[in-house]
């Protein structure tokens, strides 16, 4: 079982940046791909970004393509998502999860991002 802990969130200007950090505890880290996913108020939950096991390919939502970078450190269990040009319909909770076959299996609490205009 994996344990994710997201944290970075908080209110930012349009145009602004954040970047969002998700730690996993145990020692299987680097054998799941990563994503992370946001759920704004009213809203499914729907994918941003993924990145597989070693980190060598990812993939992007078309609304966060060229804004948003995922990234991970297997030596540190950590996945990022780094935010730029921040627009306020990015305003949701963010979430990572731990990918099993391309579904999400172990989840975060989320933490939330606010984009104020």
């Known amino acids: 079982q994996v344990q994710l802990v997201e944290s970075g969130g908080g209110l930012v200007q349009a145009g602004g940046s954040l970047r969002l950090s998700c730690a996993a505890s145990?020692?299987?880290?680097?054998?799941?791909?990563m994503g992370w996913f946001r759920q704004a108020p009213g809203k499914e939950r729907e994918s941003v970004a993924a990145?597989?096991?070693?980190?060598?390919?990812?993939s992007y939502a078309n609304s966060v393509k060229g804004r948003f970078t995922i990234s991970r450190d297997n030596a540190k269990n950590t996945v990022y998502l780094q935010m730029n040009s921040l627009k306020p319909e990015d305003t949701a909770v963010y979430y990572c999860?731990?990918?099993?076959?391309?579904?999400?299996?172990?989840w975060g609490q989320g933490t939330q991002v606010t984009v104020s205009s």
């Open positions: 990145i597989s096991r070693s980190g060598g390919s990812t």
């Open positions: 999860a731990a990918l099993v076959a391309g579904t999400p299996r172990y």
């Open positions: 145990g020692r299987t880290f680097s054998t799941y791909a």
